[in-house]
């Protein structure tokens, strides 16, 4: 018997997964801005799936206020381009003041219980929009557009913000997979599992969950930032809305909760479901919130939980498999009877 | 004067926000769950109403006695079908089961009724308008003390009922150890679905009242559940008397906060709910120990 | 007459099995005590047979109705009726409120708020007092009055001398006896022997979720009742170790 972490399948599913990538980062070579521009917004749905099931599937942290930081990077990026910072430095400079802006608010969020934690969030989120809206060199309630970002022709634009979408998905992802296979991420899914328990054992659980929050700060963050990049208009009311968290909640319970490639899957789900009903409008998101609750009652490790669990099949090396270490004799003296 | 003109409607608004949050109040009490679909609710029970109206022209107090049933049984229902399920599971699974049903039934309304604001104040009679002008800067709404009048008698109602019905006992017993309540013969599946009926009813009183006082759309509902839960936050969670009172702190807090700044009253209590909360739950290292 | 029959019972908390193939029956009128060490099962076969715990397999028989799969609430109003482990008074109703609201059902019978204080005269003067705030003998008296209230009749009762002082408990027993002596049908936990031998007329003697001792308590042998507890095997008079 041994333990392993490679098994043969996710040997070969995470050299694809390179693979994949660097394909992905021809994209913009290959097809039209609005291709490209539909394709960004994918990417940003993968950043703020993984990033919710974080918190709430690594952490069980369920937030409905994360579009603060998604505000934040957003109107971020246009407060630091106004003070003529090149764009795209801007929107490093947004993502960074996201996640500084999650440390202070985690001193004392994660403090709170379930629901306080999650309408806590939502509150602050609400907050933080109220006090942009005051602010008019924002655009106050009407809104701003990133105009610095006229000085690019469209198709670079473009591509340059496809190339920074994917660079950050592909940085977030590896983080969480790094943090995952590490001695910390063992401590996390102990946390998920049983919380007492693993306090009890000397893990340390308040910094655990902090981690995660201001990590899923920068995501959030940056998943703002590309926004204003990806659509140059920006206003309170959409970027601060309570709608991100309902986007976010159905990915990861369709996709797989506390499973690593779940998000990814409930990403892919919600932008096909997205450029299929283009018309979008009030029955698809009955649909996504019937969906949501549903999988919330019935199947609650999601569809990539309920494969796994069907197949036993593990994509990507975050778990410990034992498996059973036969000789080579013993495989030949096997095969002969 | 403006002053006390500013606590009287502070009191008036904080009695709205009181009869919101009851119904949330009693479900968490009795179950322990927040239902995120609460403010939902309320503005469904201001669109029966608004139905009964469109089609009867009655007063907007008539139809919301038509629309009462109506809610009671959608509550009983909401509790065996949904609320249920997901009080077995985790304690995520509520939380993200009534998100899903906020979703639901935001654009269940939208499709029925379009995005555009409806109003009840128009078949509330003269309550919507009437008032007393005790001085040049006061003045008392009718509407304001119909509120006010309202919310302290369900609150006594509520109470009276959990004090001296068997019924009240019951629920009490319930919430309190569940598990033991079965043993000595109480159904504790029933008494969750009178507690959600009974929710669901008062919030869509609620809903009334918003409707008669300002407009609703579909999307009014998350709106109303942060307040409703602000004012369950800063009166105590599972305090039933303490939610009025924390409704009052709100609606205290939103009428003096605009008279610094007509854009900050819902900041001022969004910042009275933060406040309460570091208050109660710390701020890491920067609680102050009170020494015994 | 059979009252209650219990049948390869097995009862678990996920994998754990705690309760393995139990059987018996008790006649009515009878009193049996459950007895073993902590661990043994007794809690779980007294809930399983109360409703509050869902068996994995066998049955349970009330009355020549198979009430395996009913809801504990039902099955008060069949007769059944539990004083669980420590107490469990619902903290802010007053003694009377915690009786009254456990008058449910409409099973006659003698016992009502009056005939539970004449039986338990201490709590006379606490009847409108909080639950939280009674001594632990009160509080036992009111959890035995309380199941009392649904006029049962098959009376389980869970270790009622857990975390009393012996006086006490005595003046319970005391109490109970009263009770017994108009004809209950009992099953209860004890984890003083020499009280379950004294009040029992039957012994069942539980290990490890099985039965492995059960007879009149007249009869038994202590030092065989001593053994099946703990799970001992002495070696037989005279002869080598076994």
């Known amino acids: 018997m041994k333990v392993q972490r490679w098994s043969r399948t996710s040997k070969l599913f995470t050299g694809g997964t390179s693979v994949v990538a660097l394909a992905l980062a021809s994209v913009p070579l290959i097809f039209d801005p609005d291709v490209v521009q539909k394709l960004t917004n994918l990417l940003i749905l993968v950043i703020l799936a993984a990033m919710w099931n974080a918190l709430a599937g690594y952490g069980g942290l369920v937030s409905v206020g994360q579009q603060a930081f998604i505000g934040i990077g957003a109107y971020g990026t246009v407060f630091f381009a106004g003070l003529g910072v090149s764009p795209y430095v801007a929107m490093l400079l947004a993502m960074a003041l996201a996640g500084a802006v999650s440390v202070p608010i985690s001193l004392f969020a994660l403090r709170l219980r379930a629901a306080q934690f999650a309408i806590g969030m939502w509150v602050i989120a609400e907050v933080i929009s109220i006090l942009v809206r005051l602010d008019k060199n924002l655009g106050a309630g009407t809104g701003i557009s ?170 990507m090396p975050v778990g410990y498999q034992v498996v059973s270490q036969k000789t080579r004799t013993e495989k030949k003296a096997q095969a002969s009877t | 004067m403006t002053l006390v003109n500013a606590i009287v409607q502070g009191i008036f608004l904080g009695a709205f926000y009181a009869v919101l949050a009851c119904g949330l109040s009693i479900m968490f009490g009795v179950m322990r769950i927040i239902n995120l679909a609460h403010g939902d609710v309320a503005v469904l029970g201001a669109y029966l109403a608004f139905v009964v109206v469109e089609r009867t022209g009655a007063s907007a107090f008539v139809a919301f006695g038509v629309a009462l049933p109506v809610m009671l049984l959608l509550g009983y229902l909401l509790q065996v079908t949904v609320l249920e399920r997901s009080l077995k599971a985790g304690i995520l699974t509520p939380l993200l089961a009534t998100f899903g049903l906020s979703i639901v039934i ?11 604001v409806r109003s009840l104040g128009g078949s509330a009679g003269a309550f919507t308008t009437a008032s007393w002008h005790v001085t040049g800067e006061l003045s008392i709404s009718a509407l304001g003390v119909l509120v006010l009048v309202v919310a302290v008698v369900v609150f006594g109602a509520l109470q009276l009922f959990l004090s001296y019905t068997r019924a009240g006992w019951a629920m009490r017993a319930t919430a309190e150890d569940p598990d033991a309540a079965e043993l000595v013969g109480i159904d504790s599946r029933s008494v969750y679905a009178r507690a959600t009926a009974i929710a669901v009813a008062i919030a869509s009183l609620g809903g009334l009242f918003l409707g008669i006082r300002s407009v609703f759309d579909p999307a009014s509902g998350p709106t109303q559940l942060i307040f409703a839960f602000e004012a369950v936050v800063i009166g105590g969670m599972g305090s039933l008397w303490g939610t009025l009172l924390g409704g009052i702190a709100l609606g205290l807090a939103q009428t003096l906060g605009a008279q610094l700044h007509p854009q900050f009253s819902v900041l001022a209590g969004h910042l009275l709910f933060l406040a309460v909360l570091i208050a109660r739950f710390g701020g890491g290292r920067m609680t102050l120990r009170v020494a015994r | 007459m059979t009252l209650l029959t219990v049948d390869e019972l097995d009862c678990r908390y996920g994998l754990l099995q705690a309760v393995r193939g139990v059987s018996f029956d008790i006649a009515q009128g009878e009193i049996v005590a459950l007895i073993g060490a902590n661990g043994a099962g007794k809690t779980t076969l007294l809930r399983a047979i109360a409703g509050a715990h869902r068996p994995h397999s066998g049955r349970v028989t009330f009355d020549g109705a198979d009430v395996t799969r009913l809801p504990a609430h039902r099955r008060v109003s069949l007769g059944i009726a539990l004083v669980p482990e420590g107490r469990r008074l619902f903290p802010s109703l007053t003694v009377e409120e915690n009786l009254r609201v456990a008058a449910v059902g409409k099973r006659r019978g003698r016992w009502n708020v009056q005939a539970v204080l004449d039986a338990f005269p201490l709590l006379q003067a606490r009847r409108k007092m909080p639950a939280a705030n009674l001594s632990g003998g009160e509080q036992q008296a009111v959890a035995i009055g309380r199941a009392l209230m649904s006029n049962p009749r098959l009376l389980l009762l869970d270790e009622v001398s857990l975390g009393l002082a012996p006086v006490v408990v005595d003046a319970v027993y005391r109490s109970l006896a009263n009770v017994i002596s108009e004809g209950a049908t009992v099953l209860l936990v004890e ?34 009742v001593i053994d099946a507890y703990f799970g001992l095997r002495r070696p037989a008079v005279g002869g080598a170790p076994a």
């Open chain 1, 146 to 315: 990133l105009i610095q970002m006229n000085q690019y022709a469209p198709n670079f634009r473009q591509a340059y913000t496809f190339w920074m979408a994917l660079g950050f998905a592909v940085l977030f992802l590896a983080a969480l997979f790094f943090l995952l296979r590490s001695p910390l991420g063992a401590s996390l899914q102990a946390i998920r599992d049983d919380e007492d328990a693993a306090r009890s054992l000397g893990v340390r659980v308040a910094s655990r969950k902090r981690l995660l929050f201001v990590l899923a700060g920068f995501g959030c963050g940056a998943a703002g930032v590309l926004i204003v990049a990806n659509t140059l208009f920006i206003e309170p009311g959409s970027v601060f809305s309570v709608q991100w968290s309902a986007y976010m909640i159905f990915m990861v319970l369709v996709g797989g909760l506390g499973t690593f490639e779940g998000p990814i899957l409930g990403a892919i789900l919600l932008f096909a479901i997205q450029t299929t009903f283009t018309q979008g409008g009030p029955w698809y998101l009955v649909g996504l919130g019937a969906t949501a609750a549903l999988f919330a009652l019935v199947l609650p490790r999601g569809l990539w939980g309920a494969i796994e669990e069907r197949l036993g099949l593990r994509l």
């Open chain 2, 106 to 116: 935001q654009n269940l309304l939208l499709i029925a009724f379009s995005p555009d």
């Open chain 3, 191 to 224: 984890q003083d022997l020499t009280r379950a031998l004294r009040v029992a007329g039957r012994v069942i003697c539980m290990l490890e979720g099985r039965v492995v001792l059960e007879g009149a308590a007249q009869s038994l042998d202590r030092n065989r």
